[in-house]
């Protein structure tokens, strides 16, 4: 399984040997434990538990300190996050509750799918939530930035799902087939071409394609 969890450092740019540069986001990839692995029988499907970071005393009540217990003495991780699979039979040898995940499970060149928090930009109008056009600024012209028409005479309500002013970004973003750029297990960094969703210090996602 080809999966960890990590948090985003920010971004730089390589160069290859033949002159061309890169853009690449750095993340964080300190190791991951597996906390529980899950079966179908009798779980009702196939999963890997893993944790990432270290969680303080304070913040882990009793069921989560005994359900860490089984992965290791004093271990409590802060993230948790869970990773299906197609089936038991893809559960190896190495993925054992208290095994941990290092950035080694990647190598340079992997296709990755990466899973990040958008940065929340609060409240916006139509114009910037949805790209609207705004209206005419001479001839008469009031409404700039105003949403428009939003109904007819039947039904005499709004439909569900219009476009309209709300809440724009911390959404849940995946960015599917990005590259490894390169991976440092000693620093335990690991590079991905491109952007990644979220700000730098976010919890980001990696996933392998296969």
Known sequence: MKALITRKVGMTSTISEDGV??????????PC???????????????????????????????QVGHFAKAGEGIM?????????????????????GETLNPEVFSVGDVVHVTGTSKGKGWAGTIRRHNF??????????????????GSMYPQHILKGKKMAGHLGH???????LKIAL?????????VVGAVPGPNKGIVILKGDK
């Open 77 to 97: 991780p802060k993230i948790i996050r869970e990773f299906r699979l197609a089936d038991d039979s893809e559960i190896t040898e190495d993925l054992k509750v």
């Open 133 to 150: 056009h705004r209206g005419r600024k001479t001839h008469g012209g009031r409404s700039y930035r105003r949403v428009g028409s939003i």
């Open 21 to 30: 540069v890169t853009a690449v986001t750095l993340l964080s990839a300190s």
């Open 183 to 191: 991976v440092d297990a000693e620093k335990g960094y690991i590079g």
């Open 33 to 63: 434990v597996i906390t529980q692995v899950k079966t179908a029988d009798p779980d009702g499907y196939t999963a890997v538990q893993i944790g990432f970071e270290e969680a303080k005393k304070q913040n882990v009540n009793k069921p």
């Open 171 to 177: 959404d849940q973003v995946t960015v599917r087939n």
